[in-house]
């Protein structure tokens, strides 16, 4: 028998989601995965784990 996915699902989305970072040039606060997060509104690099 196979068991629900329900909430390991949520699990799995979390875990996904990446760290929170702030953009130093514009202020917009964001999430990215990986080791060069770029800002989605200007693309600066110049960003900050928050
Ligand atoms: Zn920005």
Same mark, same amino acid.
């Given at each position: 028998?196979?068991?629900?996915?329900?909430?390991? @699902?949520?699990?799995?989305?979390?875990?996904?989601?990446?760290?929170?970072?702030?953009?130093? @040039?514009?202020?917009?606060?964001?999430?990215?995965?990986?080791?060069?997060?770029?800002?989605?509104?200007?693309?600066?690099?110049?960003?900050?784990?928050?």
């Amino acid at each position: 028998m196979c068991s629900v996915g329900g909430p390991m @699902d949520v699990e799995l989305a979390e875990r996904l989601k990446g760290k929170k970072y702030r953009c130093n @040039d514009c202020g917009t606060t964001f999430e990215a995965v990986g080791r060069h997060p770029v800002c989605p509104s200007c693309q600066s690099e110049n960003v900050t784990l928050v």
